[in-house]
């Protein structure tokens, strides 16, 4: 295995907080911690923290409960506010590049180049065609520093600032192993507010896009239209209603809005098949909680042409029973899946 400790793997949504510790065993990996905690409502609104101080709250009571020593931590961003792009540039040394790559982001950046902060991954030469292609990660600095910021106030260090879809990579490479050269694999997290979309063949990224688009949008359809409070509503989505009845209504609103998401995902899907030349992928894995509503997730597949695979972030981890059941690990496993990628990650001194 790879060299230097593994991070805490930290995910901050939009309306929950995952965390994911594991600890290396004969030549495998263990699930040490894993966790998840709902958030303040509105801390978190298009991906800006508006109430630092809750989060930071939420986060120190789960390693609290989780009794867990490790402080440092790698951290995801997605959304709007981060931009992935693979460029092809004419071939040059790796000097002439880090003298002329900060010309290149001023030219794909929407923002001042003083306002972001930015990383370039070399994925490969071609000598014949005298050109490179990299990939181009970048970010507003302010919405970097607020997460890095909230992360201190509950007692951790940031060593990672990672992409949510770069983390389901990490995941779903662990987890089912590498693609081939010849497969392209595309990975779906469907989250509260931002439905992430990655592809990778052979290891490498081939596409990756954030639609500002989840399961909160379900939440607020069923509160709009049936005029109830957004807790009773996120209880009619998930069925956490009690002794409560379900409105007959609210399968139906689930299925509209699921299939807005469907429609979302599939347009996603064309224009990478557009643009890369492919007509299909090898296969299509999903994860995110909102996959728990059976409707949802028959809604979303039912609708994709692609071979489908629901992912389970911990299929063959070893844990300890005593923590921990079969049960119990499968009612967070679709929710932590960009956790797990995160907590694979490893500090570098």
Known sequence: MAKGKLLLGLDIGSSSAKICLLRESRGSYEIEAVDREKLPSDAIVDGAILNRSGVASVLRQMIQRNKIKQKECAIAISGYSVIVKRLRLANMSDEELAEN???????????????????????????AQNSMDILLVASKRDMVNDYISVAREAGLTVKVVDVASFALQNMVETVYGASSETDCVGIVNIGASVTSISMMSGGVTMFTRDITIGGNQITEEIQKRLSVTREEAEGFKTGEVGDGLIPGEV?????QVSETIGTEIKRSLAFFYETSGRDLLTELILCGGVLKNECTLRTITGMLE??????????????????????SLQGLSLESAVALGLALRRSVE
């Open 101 to 127: 790559i900060s010309w290149e982001v001023q030219q794909h950046i929407p923002y001042e180049f003083s306002e972001v902060v930015y990383d370039t991954v070399l994925l490969g030469r071609n000598p």
């Open 251 to 255: 399968g139906e609103i689930v299925k």
């Open 306 to 327: 692609e071979r489908t695979k629901v992912a389970n972030p911990f299929e063959g981890l070893g844990f300890n029973q005593k923590l921990y059941s079969d049960e």
